[in-house]
């Protein structure tokens, strides 16, 4: 059974940083590209960033580009995203999900429960 | 950036009836477009990849068809449990991977 769990979320002032991982089980982790996804209170779903099987290709959506960076330790299963210079926009439920190839995002097949960063003074 | 818009953005419906929901690209995303189910408090789940693939553990009465710039998911008769906010997705021009803003159906 494929297992996503997040941690890593809190609240953090503006301008601050937070680093969020996301542990992985039931499958072969470094077969699999592997994203991030969040979404604000009461909004829909944003692509934030996505990451090759085996590390070596990342992709960010515009909104966090230069500011977050997504990467991958595939010795321990698990997937990481540091925020730097987080905004009040930033606020979301940030969720983990695998994508069903190895190379690209794609599609979002399995989604962890997510955790929740707040950005506020 | 391809645009998703969905309509309507909220569906009235009773168990057993059919619900037809609407996704339009703001260009042609040729099939690669996916739908995904969000129940309160929860993830997402994949229901519908490359239009009309059924996920994994997805029942029949989800369908989704379409190409270019229209599509639509269908649920032939739905359940209590269909009662939800329904996402399409796109692959085709990326980054960024981007959704519609959703279509809640409601009783």
């Known amino acids: 059974e494929v297992k996503l769990l997040e941690s890593g979320g809190g609240l953090v002032q503006p301008g601050g940083s937070l680093r969020l991982s996301c542990a992985a089980s039931?499958?072969?982790?470094?077969?699999?590209?592997m994203n991030w996804v969040r979404q604000a209170p009461g909004k829909g779903l944003e692509w934030v960033s996505g990451l090759s099987g085996s590390g070596t290709d990342t992709f960010y959506a515009d909104s966090v580009k230069g500011r977050f960076t997504i990467s991958r330790d595939n010795s321990k299963n698990t997937l990481y995203l540091q925020m730097d210079s987080l905004r009040a926009e930033d606020t979301a439920v940030y969720f983990c999900?695998?994508?069903?190839?190895?190379?690209?995002?794609?599609?979002?097949?399995?989604w962890g429960q997510g955790t929740l960063v707040t950005v506020s003074s | 950036e391809i645009v998703l818009t969905q309509s309507p953005a909220t569906l009235s419906l009773s168990p057993g009836e059919r619900a037809t929901l609407s996704c339009r690209a703001s260009?042609?995303?040729?099939?690669?477009l996916a739908w995904y189910q969000q129940k309160p408090g929860q993830a997402p789940r994949l229901l519908i990849y490359?239009?009309?693939n059924r996920a994994t553990g997805i029942p029949a009465r989800f369908s989704g068809s379409g190409s270019g710039t229209d599509f639509t998911l269908t649920i032939s008769s739905l359940e209590p449990e269909d009662f939800a906010v329904y996402y399409c997705q796109q692959r085709f021009i990326w980054p960024p991977l981007t959704f519609g803003g959703g279509t809640k159906v409601e009783i």
């Open positions: 490359d239009t009309s």
């Open positions: 039931g499958f072969t982790f470094s077969s699999y590209a």
């Open positions: 999900a695998k994508s069903p190839i190895s190379q690209h995002p794609y599609y979002f097949e399995y």
């Open positions: 260009q042609s995303v040729r099939s690669y």
